[in-house]
């Protein structure tokens, strides 16, 4: 049956698009060149070099992936009940991050564009398959957490021997900028390359909505509703393992959005998983959007990076939410 | 009338019997309680029906039809299951968990049906007030009516109940078990388990006794609830208070000594 949304959620979507729209635009005039509400007008070369070069791949970029982590967040909670889920806690980002990080090790990412974001894809493919194999097919959530904090150390152990053995200081650098996460110096073909493959990992996730729904009563109660739960723990593997490897392999890791973002829709849309995928992604594109307007605000001359301002951001947050939680509880 | 045959039906765990040569049919319009002591095999052959266990050998048939080679949906839409103690891992109100027992008909039924389905469960359980309530301010007596309610809304042929009644006082109890023998009454089939045994003679219509995951006792109550029937699966003394009248009474005298 279709779900049922509060009063407050109903306005939410359209409230949330209208934010994301706003940020959009905040997104694309502000940085260290203002360059103003009347930028489509602008003719120099200068302005539209760092609308068309700079900013819209920034904003759009922000928005996909913001997006898609807020998305991953929801369907993982959801798979998992279990409200601390997320790509990061999972291991899943960090085997992303691993894969373009042996893409710049082995000196391959710089022979097409199109190397690293695949190294990054495969290894988020490979930590989801990775995770569901580790923990068994039928694995209770506190199973699947484990083995996704086990994936998550190898990866970053996998990450520091890379680092320590680095061959240049230059693949040393670049290794460092993608563990920190960061929408600056992307182009249109970053979104090009984005896109698709994050479209097609949102549609394999959200077509796991109902099942998502069932398991509401567990993984008893969803079978005997008819889910297949094998099916649907390798659709998600597929459909989270491309989203989040793609997008940690054009902006490094970018914690606390899958976290947060569903924690603070769920008050407002209800605890429902199906309900809240759609929002979530909505609300994790502002979220997003909104830390690297911060970044690009901030004082200072080097700019810092988005995943830090994300977890500088994001952890006093969600400690603060662990908070009120415990006081409701209590 | 609608059946479901089970033959020679066998479950291992490792190299442990937990269903050995099950036969066995039940029949809608009924209500038949699945007795027996704890680890007898009940539970295991609940799931089994449901399509939840594989079974190593055996078959299970609804109406001719094997449920092992049905697609889980459509099984799940005429055969409902309700776990013992059920799992409500989010904070959802009640009528969206009563509504998710319309999963399985996605793509065969419209969302109004879906719609008119849960209101109807509600109704039949009278929980229709509630409907916006959070599950988890639901008391165990709420609790218990509203997964009924979620069972209902599926609008199955058959529902299997594992200990639908415990942890309910004796009043939910009975109001527990007036519903699924309403339902029963409507031409549609109930097995549940149970291990209150004056509560099983006075609901179930027909009553089967595992043990050691074999079938030792089918019949009506008085048939297969008899002292020496208790005694050899129970290893207790028992008798029968009141065994003609409308309530009758199994009063457990204790451990059968020697």
Redesign the interface.
Known sequence: ????ITVKGRWLVPALLVLVAALACVSIVVGKVNLGWDVWSHQDDVSRAILVELRLPRTLLGIIIGAALGLSGAALQGYL?NPLAEPGTLGVSSMAALGAVLSIFFNVAGMHPFVLPACGVLGGLLGMMFLFLLSGMAASALTLILSGVILGSLAIAGISLALSLSPSPWAAGEIIRWLLGALTDRSLDDVTIATPLILVGSIATLSCR?AL??????E??A??????LNRVQWQLALGIGLIVGTSVAVTGIVGFVGLVVPHLLRPIV????SVLLIPSAIGGAAFVLCGDIIVRLLPGGTELQLGVVMSLIGAPFFFALLQSMRRKLT | MSQLTIRSLQFLRGERRILDDINVCFESGCVTAVLGPNGAGKSTLL?SI???LKPASGTIDLDGQSTLAM???????RI??L?QS????????V???V????????GVTS?VE??AA?ARAMASTHITQWSKRVVTTLSGGERARTLLARIFAGEPEWILADEPFAGLDPSHQFEAADLLCAFARGGRGVVLTIHDLTLAARIADRIVILQDGRVVADGTPAEALTPAILRSVYGIDAEWLNPSGQAPLIAIHGRHAG
Do not use: K, N, Q, Y
């Open positions: 049956m279709t779900a049922p009940r109902r729904d069932a398991l509401t009563l567990g008893v109660g079978r005997s509703l008819g889910v297949d209800g605890s429902r998983p | 799931a449901a399509g939840l697609h889980s949906s459509a099984r799940a839409r409902a299951f776990p059920p799992e409500i891992a989010w904070p959802i109100d009528e969206t968990l509504g998710l027992a319309r999963i399985p008909f996605h969302a879906d719609g849960v």
